[in-house]
C-alpha cells in the first residue's frame, strides 16, 4: 500500500513511517522542518533500502502549502490508500491566558492542516477500487475527549480534529473509505522533552504505530472507528 504520513520527521510519524517502511509500504512523508524531515528520509532509506520512500518539507498549517502538498502526493502517488494526519503542535496555556493567537496557531496546525490537505487528495482517492483497503487516520489526543488545567487552546483544537474525523467517517462510509481517530495519552515525544521515563511512566511511540498499523491489516468489512490509549498508570 501507498502511506501518507504528516508530522513525519519525529515522534509518533517518524515511529509510523519505520513501521510501514518495514513491512514494505511505499511512503510519502510531510513535514515543516526540512532539516528533520530528510534526516529522517536518509535514516529510513539506509535501514530499509527496498523501500520507495520520498518526503518533502511543507507548512500544512498555511492553507496554500497544504494545497501545495496535496497536489505533489496526487503527483507522486495518483492516491494513497492510507493518509496518517499527525502534523500537530502542543502549546499548553488557559483560555483566559494563554497569549493572543494561540488559538489560531494551533487550530490552524491541528485542524486546518488536515481539513486542507484532505480535501485535495479524497477526490482521487474516492476513485479508486472500493474493494481494497483506504483508511484515514486523524491523530487526535486524549485532549480531545476531556479537558483539563492548562489544555486551552490545544485541546479546543484536539476536540475539533475529532469533530473533522467523526464528519469524514460519516461522509466516507459510501467510499468504503475507513476513517480513524487515534487518542493517545502521554507519549515520549518532543513534548515531553526531559522528562525521565526510566520508570515507563508514559508510553513510547512505537506503541501508538503499532497500534495504527494493526488496524490497517483488518479486512476491508471492518473498521476501527477510535483508538484509545493511556501509559498503564493513567493520565499525568
Not at 67 to 72: F, L, R
Not at 164 to 179: A, D, G, Y
Amino acid at each position: 500500500m501507498k502511506v501518507l504520513i504528516t508530522g513525519a520527521s519525529r515522534g509518533i510519524g517518524k515511529a509510523l513511517a519505520e513501521i510501514f517502511a518495514a513491512n514494505g509500504h511505499s511512503l510519502l512523508l510531510i513535514s515543516k522542518n526540512e532539516v528533520s524531515l530528510y534526516k529522517t528520509l536518509e535514516e529510513l532509506c539506509t535501514k530499509f533500502p527496498e523501500t520507495t520512500i520520498n518526503a518533502k518539507a511543507f507548512d500544512l498549517s498555511l492553507k496554500e502549502e497544504a494545497i501545495k502538498a496535496g497536489n505533489w502526493v496526487l503527483d507522486k502517488f495518483d492516491a494513497p490508500e492510507i493518509i496518517i494526519n499527525n502534523a500537530g503542535i502542543f502549546a499548553p496555556g488557559n483560555v483566559t491566558d494563554e497569549p493572543d493567537g494561540n488559538l489560531e496557531m494551533q487550530m490552524a496546525t491541528n485542524l486546518y492542516s488536515a481539513y486542507h490537505l484532505n480535501r485535495a487528495i479524497l477526490p482521487a482517492m474516492i476513485k479508486q477500487n472500493k474493494t481494497i483497503n483506504r483508511h484515514i487516520f486523524n491523530i487526535c489526543s486524549i485532549a480531545s475527549l476531556k479537558a483539563y488545567k492548562n489544555g486551552g487552546a490545544y485541546s479546543i483544537s484536539k476536540f475539533a480534529l475529532h469533530g473533522f474525523s467523526q464528519n469524514l467517517r460519516e461522509e466516507l462510509k459510501p467510499h468504503h473509505i475507513k476513517v480513524t481517530s487515534v487518542f493517545p495519552g502521554a507519549v515520549m515525544t518532543d513534548s515531553w522533552s526531559g522528562f525521565d521515563n526510566r520508570d515507563n511512566r508514559i508510553m513510547e511511540a512505537s506503541d501508538v504505530a503499532k497500534m495504527i498499523y494493526t488496524a490497517t491489516q483488518l479486512s476491508p468489512a471492518a473498521c476501527v472507528e477510535d483508538i484509545v490509549m493511556r501509559p498503564v498508570l493513567g493520565d499525568l
